[in-house]
């Protein structure tokens, strides 16, 4: 089962996949945000391509563990992508995935602040594997 995770934020998109095994997240690639129409026709390709049979969505939650304006922003969001596409979608967590993406970008030796679109794919793919390691 192939599953696909996205790290949803206001101008990019990370997005992540699992190897066909649902052992495994990869960093996939990063949407860069124009409109709600071309975002989600692109998320809807990837689904596609990919033949991802599950969605799984980073959830902002504030650090107090409650839902803010952002949480009901991806919501929103994902609401009108669920209506072109026709697979599971699971909401996890989100909190600290990007400070963890930093992390192993730096320890790979890769300036964070000069790779924003690295960034927000491998926040998707610890998202991805934290739900991945989780469902085990």
Partial sequence: ??????????????????????????????IYRKNISNDIEKLYQLIIEKEANELIIGLPLLLSGEEGAQVRLVKSFVNLLNKKIDIP????????????????????????????????????????????DKIK
């Fill in 89 to 132: 979608i699971y909401y996890i967590d989100e909190r600290y995935s990007t400070v963890q993406a930093e992390d192993k970008l730096m320890n790979a030796g890769i300036r964070p602040s000069k790779n924003q679109e690295k960034i927000d794919s491998a926040a998707a793919a610890i998202i991805l594997q934290s739900y991945l």
């Fill in 1 to 30: 089962m192939r599953r696909l995770a996205l790290d949803i934020g206001n101008k990019r998109i990370g997005v992540a996949v699992s190897d066909i095994t649902g052992l495994y997240a990869f960093p996939l690639t990063t």
